[in-house]
């Protein structure tokens, strides 16, 4: 059988996060929604958690979408990518938080190579999805 799935973010966008929602429980079938949700242990302050949402979006670390089986059957593309090409650095993001930026003294001398090649992958992975929301 298909299923739904959607990624979303309530900090990033809540229109996209009621839309997907609607859509899953409106699909006939079993309905994966996945949130982005920062916790304590990412070091942000949580007063401020749908704010780490948006960058998160923003920066192309949590990409929103959404894949809806359901629209082949009209013709049309299931796959919807609804975030938009990243616009702040993903570096900056991954830095903005204690679960990442403690890699600085873990490991020194490698942390900068992980973040170059993990600002390469968020480009390439963007790229790469919306290519496939523009096929049929």
Known sequence: GYVYVASV???ANKNQLVKALKEAEEFNGPSIVIA???????????????????????????L?????????????????????????????????????SSLNLTFPDKVENYRNDMEKFVIERYKKYKKMSEEI
């Open 36 to 62: 982005y949700a920062p916790c304590i242990n990412h070091g942000i302050d949580m007063s401020k958690s749908q704010e780490e949402e948006r960058k998160a979006v923003d920066s192309g670390y949590w």
């Open 9 to 11: 973010s309530m900090g």
């Open 64 to 100: 929103l979408y959404r894949y809806n089986p359901a629209l082949k059957a009209e013709g049309k593309n299931p796959f919807i990518l609804d975030s938009k090409e990243p616009k702040t650095s993903v570096k900056d993001f991954v830095n903005g938080e204690k679960r990442y």
